[in-house]
Each structure stands twice: as structure tokens, then as C-alpha cells.
């Protein structure tokens, strides 16, 4: 199936600073990338939808300015926590459509902590 | 609004038994049905999809999909420990678009 590789996997931080989280589509080229969050013991909670080359598109409710989304090439899409805060603590999950185009597969998640 | 629902469990089943798992959906035209289980601390992994009514086998996992009653599900048979996770049922509609259930976590117990 195709893979989608999400790094890194674990970050700690401080409150205050930024944090970037990559998330890319080894063998496939993928025009639109998901982005979700999800609480413990919670189901996924989508964030934005990336497109490639364009501007990402925000869930009702999801600071645009604070989660800075770029979808910079096919292969590529960053999510950036600006300015975090302990809630943002939370583990972020980036997806992308693969094998065809109608399946959805998940890169591995980024646990992040903000102290 | 666009809705899955799905029994938050827990569902519990000794090992060996058939697992079942539960999922309706609001929207009548959507097209594909997705199953993914998730362990804890860890991101979905994709097990089964479907995309006609009727059953789709693949190992110990069976889907099995009616549209008509606007249902889908998963069966697991001989469940191993192993089993044990979060299964997150999964619906596209005609736009490409995904919504989730909530999950239904499921325990096997050796």
C-alpha cells in the first residue's frame, strides 16, 4: 500500500515556541493531505484539508494563524504550531489519498507536549 | 451534517470468538467504506474497505456492507489478543470527502 511518513514522531516544547510537523507521500504523489488531531481515548478530529500549491482549507473552529498549514509540493505538506501552548498538547496525524486515489493512509502521528 | 456512528464499546470477547463491529452512516450516497484499526498511542492503520453490497472476506476479517439499511460492518473471527485496539469505521461520499466514527474499541481476552 502506499506509505505516508510523518516526522517526528514525539516532540517536547516549550510554551511559546513553534513546531513543525512534516508529512510526506513516499511512493505516490498526493494532492491533498489531511490533517487531524486527536485527544486520548478520542476519535479524529479533522483539522484542515492542504492542497497542493494553494491555500489549505480550516475546519470551523481551527485557528488558521495558530496551525500554519504548506503544501509546498506533491510530496510534502507541513503543519506548524506557532506559538504553542500546553493545550495544544495533543497527537497530530497527517493522511493522505493513496493507491489509486480512493483510499486514505495515515502517517505514524506526532505526540506533541508543550510544557 | 454528514454523520457514522459506531458503539464506543468497550466490546469484549475471549479469544477465539468472533468480534463484531458496528457502524451506520447518515448519508446515502456515499460509495466507500473504510475500516481501520488504531492501537493506543499509535495512527490508524487501514484493514478493510468495500465498496458493493455484500460481504468482502480478506483472512479473519469479513466486511460486510447494506446500503439499503445504510449499515456497515466487521467481523473477526478466531480473535487473537492482538486484536485488541480501536476500530474506526470510515465513510466517503461522493466529493472524496472522509467522516469517521468515533471508534469502538474492542478488548480480546486470552
Known amino acids: 500500500g502506499a506509505v505516508v511518513s510523518q516526522h517526528p514522531s514525539r516532540v517536547i516544547c516549550k510554551s511559546g515556541t513553534s513546531v513543525k510537523i512534516e508529512c510526506r507521500s513516499l511512493d505516490f504523489q498526493a494532492t491533498t493531505m489531511f490533517w487531524y488531531r486527536q485527544f486520548p481515548k478520542k476519535s479524529l478530529m479533522l483539522m484542515a484539508t492542504s492542497n497542493e500549491g494553494s491555500k489549505a482549507t480550516y475546519e470551523q473552529g481551527v485557528e488558521k494563524d495558530k496551525f500554519l498549514i504548506n503544501h509546498a509540493s506533491l510530496t510534502l505538506s507541513t503543519l506548524t504550531v506557532t506559538s504553542a501552548h500546553p493545550e495544544d498538547s495533543s497527537f497530530y496525524i497527517c493522511?493522505?489519498?493513496?493507491?489509486?486515489?480512493?483510499?486514505?493512509?495515515f502517517g505514524s502521528g506526532t505526540q506533541l507536549s508543550v510544557l | 451534517q454528514k454523520e457514522v456512528e459506531q458503539n464506543s464499546g468497550p466490546l469484549s470477547v475471549p479469544e477465539g470468538a468472533i468480534a463484531s463491529l458496528n457502524c451506520t452512516y447518515s448519508?446515502?450516497?456515499?460509495?466507500?467504506f473504510f475500516w481501520y484499526r488504531q492501537y493506543s498511542g499509535k495512527s490508524p492503520e487501514l484493514i478493510m474497505f468495500i465498496y458493493s453490497n455484500g460481504d468482502k472476506e480478506d483472512g479473519r476479517f469479513t466486511a460486510q456492507l447494506n446500503k439499503a439499511s445504510q449499515y456497515v460492518s466487521l467481523l473477526i473471527r478466531d480473535s487473537q489478543p492482538s486484536d485488541s485496539a480501536t476500530y474506526l469505521c470510515?465513510?466517503?461520499?461522493?466529493?472524496?470527502?472522509?467522516?469517521f466514527g468515533t471508534g469502538t474499541s474492542l478488548t480480546v481476552i486470552p
Open positions: 448519508d446515502r450516497g456515499s460509495q466507500s
Open positions: 470510515a465513510v466517503q461520499d461522493t466529493g472524496n470527502q472522509f467522516y
Open positions: 493522511s493522505a489519498r493513496g493507491g489509486g486515489g480512493e483510499k486514505l493512509f
